[in-house]
Each structure stands twice: as C-alpha cells, then as structure tokens.
C-alpha cells in the first residue's frame, strides 16, 4: 500500500491575507498545507479520500492520472467542493468515477451539485456511479473497506480503515465501539487542529492521548489549522511513534 497525503491542513484557522505569523512566513515547505485530503494505491485500485476545493492542484502535484473511487467522510465544502474535477478523470478513463458516500452526505449533494442531477443532463458534467454506504463493511474490486463513525461536533462523519491502516479526520469525539475498529493499526492518521480547544476537533494534546490509547505504530496527524505551530516545532514535542504528516508525505505498507 502506498499513502500520498495530498493535503494535511483545514480551512478552520485559515491565516488572512497579510498574516505575519511564524507560520504564515515559515520557508519550510511542511508548513504549507492544502485541504486534508489522501491518495491510496491498494492491491491494485487508486482510492481518494475526500476532494476539496484544492483537488485538481493536488492532484497534478501528486502526478496521479488516474482514480477508481472517491471516498467521502461527509458534506463539509472543504472536503467536497473539488467534485466537479473528476471531469478530466471520466475523459481520460472513458468512464464514470464511482464515488461512495452516506446517504445523508449525497442528499447534501443533491444541493450542492443540483446541476449534476437535472433530468436532462447537460453535456460535460462529471459522470458519477454513486455508492451509498453506512456503518457495515463494503468493497471495491474485491478489496474490503470498514466505515468507522466518529463525531464532528453533533455531526457523524466516517473514518476508513483499509486493512492495517485507518484514516480519521473532522472529529472531536469516538465512542468505544467504534475505537475497537480503530485498534491494531500499522498507519493510523487522526485530525489535529491546534492547541487550543475547538468546539468539533481535537486538539492536539487530545489527538496525542487518543493515539496513545489505540496503540498504532505509527500515528500522523492531518487537518491542521496553521494555530497548531512550525512543524518541525511540534513534530520535536511528540511522543515516539507520533507525527505531524505534511503535503507530499508518502508512506508505504505491506500489502
């Protein structure tokens, strides 16, 4: 398994327009962050999860040409408003994208995308093949995914895990049953927006203890606000085994 992370920041703290923090002028590159966001090539398929508004550069940037499912955690523009680039996927695949997602999140898509479901199509909208998936395990070729349900404030969001690795992000709060899902993990990734408290993330020092509690190998930490601090900074603070991830980062598993 290969693990691109395409984007580790947030819209939440977005820094303005002339922001003077140490962050905002940081020259290192693992302090520039796109929306959250991942790419991975798993027994053959290429999975993304979520497409915000940064995709289409994400995408180029990473050189990937080619997507055999998108995976959405929920309906929160920066996590969806890139869906309408999958256009140049369906022309250079000659095919829909199929895209699975709960059926609360492609209601909201009926809103956001009204275009895409007009009776009459008008021509060159994105060809989807929609999936609609809850909390029980489903496939894709063959290869076996589990939703894990986690809560964005009181907004139930999916996790993913595929096989030894999960991908967590929008959350501030897990219940027991669904961190069993969580455990034995060789790659966990888990949201981290800053130090401070925020009503529907966790924290830092949250994301370090629940880390701690599921016990991964190795757990990095995405959907970084620029509050959170320079990243070699931060990634000095951690305990063993725990990671700030950055643009670019590329991990690689066994199969």
């Known amino acids: 398994m290969k693990i691109t992370f395409l984007g580790t920041g947030t819209s939440q703290g977005v820094p303005p327009i002339g922001c003077t923090s140490e962050v905002c002028l940081s020259n290192n590159p693992k302090d520039k962050r796109l929306r959250a966001s991942i790419h991975l ?9 979520d497409c915000g508004p940064d995709f289409r550069y994400q995408m180029i940037r990473a050189g990937i040409s080619n997507i055999d499912a998108i995976l959405f955690t929920h309906e929160h523009r920066d996590h969806t408003a890139g869906l309408d680039d999958i256009r140049p996927f369906n022309y250079l695949q000659n095919r829909h994208t199929p895209v699975y997602l709960h059926p609360r999140v492609y209601s909201a898509f009926q809103s956001q995308y009204d275009y895409i479901f007009q ?6 909208i994105p ?3 929609w999936h609609l998936i809850d909390l029980e395990p489903f496939a894709i070729q063959g290869q076996l995914i589990q939703p894990v ?4 404030y009181k907004l139930p969001v999916l996790g993913f895990v595929f096989d030894k690795f999960a ?5 501030n709060f897990i219940s027991q ?5 969580l455990k034995g993990m060789e790659v966990l990734v888990l949201n981290a927006l800053r130090r401070e408290e925020h009503i529907s993330h966790f924290t830092l020092a949250q994301a370090v203890a629940l880390a701690q509690e599921l016990g991964a190998k190795h757990t990095y930490f995405t959907h970084m606000s620029h509050q959170i601090g320079l990243h070699d900074d931060v990634c000095a603070e951690l305990p063993a085994g725990i990671d700030l991830a950055y643009d670019g980062l590329v991990l690689e598993l066994p199969d």
């Open 127 to 129: 060809q989807i093949d």
């Open 41 to 49: 090539e798993w027994r053959g398929l290429s999975l993304v999860v």
């Open 177 to 181: 049953q669904e961190k069993e899902k």
């Open 167 to 171: 991908y967590v992000t929008d959350a």
């Open 119 to 124: 009776p009459v199509p008008y021509p060159g």
């Open 149 to 152: 349900e986690v809560m964005h």
